[in-house]
């Protein structure tokens, strides 16, 4: 069993930065693909980016690409998602995930195991 929390959404201002954090627990998730979902109010949940499980394969969503970077530090159980220029459509909850087996970064929320509880970003115009 791996637990999720994910760490360091906030509010912030168009154009701006924002660096979230995902630290597992329970287990190393040096085997598992990791990945970022968000969910927007009335908007069903959607891929961000994820990350293999040694970090040499990613994959971004084309509305984030250039923009965001997903990245992972296996030593420290953690998982990162760095986001430059901001835009207020990022608002959204975003969720940290762990699939088992992560050989590729898979970008389908069905495939992944374990999920966190969510971190709000707030993108002001």
């Known amino acids: 069993q791996v637990q999720l929390v994910e760490s360091g959404g906030g509010l912030v201002q168009a154009g701006g930065s924002l660096r979230l954090s995902c630290a597992a627990s329970?287990?190393?998730?040096?085997?598992?693909?990791m990945g970022w979902f968000r969910q927007a109010p009335g908007k069903e949940r959607e891929f961000v980016a994820a990350?293999?499980?040694?970090?040499?394969?990613?994959s971004h969503a084309d509305s984030v690409k250039g923009r965001f970077t997903i990245s992972r530090d296996n030593a420290k159980n953690t998982v990162s998602l760095q986001m430059n220029s901001l835009k207020p459509e990022d608002t959204a909850v975003y969720y940290c995930?762990?699939?088992?087996?992560?050989?590729?970064?898979?970008?389908?929320?069905?495939?992944?195991?374990?999920w966190g509880q969510g971190t709000q970003v707030t993108v002001s115009s």
């Open positions: 329970g287990r190393t998730i040096s085997t598992y693909a």
């Open positions: 990350i293999s499980w040694g970090g040499r394969s990613t």
């Open positions: 995930a762990a699939k088992i087996w992560g050989t590729i970064p898979a970008a389908r929320e069905r495939e992944y195991d374990y």
